[in-house]
């Protein structure tokens, strides 16, 4: 158990439709991660949040948004979704960024399915 | 900029066999190099990493891995394959001030027995 924690872990909905996956740090994490896993694009890093702040983008979408609060927990936000965007979903958690060196803690993701 | 090539996308080795699981990245700082392992419908997991200091690092499941300068090489290594080492293992990459990875395309390790 790498202490963090994701919901929902599945999520099936409709093309068109928006949906909200949230993710909660480990303990005394300062900066939270989003990647996209699917089978043609592998591990794609999308957002990076600090302290509440975007720190970094990544191949994130425009129809995709994210937001860390002042709890430091972070919800990304799809929307307009389309049958591409089926895919799981990673949040990862460090201590700080800055250094390079703080490995990233992985919750075991949201599988999004677009029908 | 940061990139990590992982050759070979499927590995395949007879239990108590080595495992060799290769990597090569490009950096344009001093990197910071990971390897995480992916059960299946699981989160990614730290195996092992290199910062700085010793080039031969060790890491968790008796992995280890050696930081080649020269040949811009993390290489993944195992003296004896387990049944339990079948997983999708993916080298990272990151440097810089942002703490962003750079992930290769992961390598699925079948262990055969």
């Known amino acids: 158990d790498s202490g963090v924690t994701q919901t929902p872990k599945h999520l099936i909905t409709a093309t068109g439709q928006r949906v909200t996956l949230r993710c909660s740090p480990r303990?005394?994490?300062?900066?939270v991660y989003w990647y996209q896993q699917s089978l043609d694009q592998g591990l794609q890093f999308l957002i990076q949040y600090y302290n509440g702040e975007e720190r970094a983008k990544g191949n994130i979408l425009e129809r995709f948004s994210a937001q860390q609060f002042p709890d430091l927990h972070s919800e990304l936000n799809l929307s307009s979704l389309e049958l591409g965007d089926s895919a799981l979903y990673f949040c990862?958690?460090?201590?700080?960024?800055?250094?390079?060196?703080?490995?990233?803690?992985f919750g075991p993701g949201t599988r999004l399915t677009v029908t | 900029a940061q990139s990590v090539t992982q050759l070979g996308s499927h590995v395949s080795v007879s239990e108590g066999a080595l495992v060799l699981l290769r990597c090569n990245y490009s950096?344009?700082?001093?990197?910071?190099l990971f390897w995480y392992v992916q059960y299946p419908n699981q989160g990614l997991q730290l195996l092992l990493k290199?910062?700085?200091?010793?080039?031969l690092v060790k890491g968790i499941n008796g992995f280890e891995a050696e930081f080649k300068k020269s040949e811009t090489s993390f290489h993944l290594t195992k003296p004896s394959a387990h049944m339990s080492d079948a997983a999708e293992y993916f080298c990272a990459v990151s440097g810089g001030t942002g703490n962003q990875f750079y992930f290769g395309t992961g390598t699925s390790l079948t262990v055969i027995p």
């Open positions: 303990s005394g994490d300062l900066s």
């Open positions: 290199y910062t700085t200091g010793a080039t």
């Open positions: 950096s344009s700082v001093p990197p910071y």
């Open positions: 990862a958690s460090s201590l700080r960024p800055g250094q390079g060196s703080y490995e990233q803690y």
